[in-house]
């Protein structure tokens, strides 16, 4: 226990006995587990195919297996913002 981490990244969905996280995009890769727990204003974006981050844990249930489980959120986009550096910065960070 180091206390809540990036567990799952993608569309929360319903699916009639739990919430689900599928992907959102082609790099990330997310646990195949059910959402056992989550905070209420999550619900607003469950089914709206919008990107969350989810933190919480990884726990396990022994009727389910794997579940997760969900303390905060924040909506995440697919794409990375990157900042170009100039080359003189690279140069002078590896002298």
């Known amino acids: 226990g180091c206390g809540d981490a990036p567990v799952a990244h993608g569309f929360v969905e ?7 996280v599928e992907p959102a995009c082609a790099v990330h890769c997310n646990p195949a587990a059910p959402v056992s727990e989550w905070p209420p204003d999550i619900d607003a ?5 919008i ?6 844990s990884v726990g396990w ?7 997760i489980a969900v303390s905060d959120w924040e909506l995440e986009s697919c794409t990375v913002s990157v900042v170009q550096r100039p ?4 140069k002078r960070l590896y002298r």
């Open 51 to 56: 990107p969350v981050l989810l933190y919480g």
């Open 61 to 67: 249930k022994d009727a389910v297996g794997p579940t």
């Open 45 to 49: 974006w469950v089914g709206r195919r």
């Open 87 to 90: 080359w003189g910065l690279v």
């Open 14 to 20: 319903d699916v009639g006995w739990a919430l689900i």
